[in-house]
């Protein structure tokens, strides 16, 4: 015999198998990862996208950056590698593009809407705003009165409602108590 390798190795038999290499497809599916609307960011208009994929590329890695899209109203969305990279970046609250900066947002509201029934809409929002302050519940819009559900757009309802950080939900009672000219009145939150 001689000392040559053997060229052509041997095929596998039912009792030698050979292990495969391959990857399957449902191997490699497994390992793709979607974006979630958590992971996007509204961008602006006029802004070319490179610019801004650029601008985002020098607060995290660019391959934290997985997508860019186009949506309605020419603006389009970045998505990126996880909800904690969007939590890093969120803090910075601005990009800078051509020496401007430019803010930036989610596209999803994290914020949590309360809704305040038996409202008498006599009562001011200003003081309901004060209540609810009153009870170290940061509020991130202004009240507004909520559509009462009839046929008739005419028609507002008795209710306000309201949003305000999630991490404030576990502070909001079951009612609170409003005095406003000598009047008191107690509106549920839910």
Partial sequence: MSDDPDINPPLSTPNSPQPN????FTETTANVSFPKKDQIFNTIQDVPQIEYIKAFSLLTSPNNIKFASRVSYNMFCTYFASKNIVEQIIAKHYITINNSEI????LINLAERIILS??????????IAKAINNLSIKMLSPITF??????NDEFEAASDDNYIY?????KIPSSILIIDNK??????LY
């Avoid at 038996?118 to 003081?127: A, G, K, T, W, Y």
């Avoid at 999630?166 to 576990?170: A, T």
């Avoid at 009047?183 to 549920?188: E, T, V």
């Fill in 183 to 188: 009047d008191m009145d107690r509106p549920w």
């Fill in 103 to 106: 803010p930036y947002r989610r």
């Fill in 21 to 24: 290499t391959q990857t399957t």
């Fill in 146 to 151: 909520m559509k009462a559900g009839f046929s």
């Fill in 118 to 127: 038996n409202v008498q809409p006599v009562i001011p929002h200003d003081i």
């Fill in 166 to 170: 999630p991490e404030h939900s576990d």
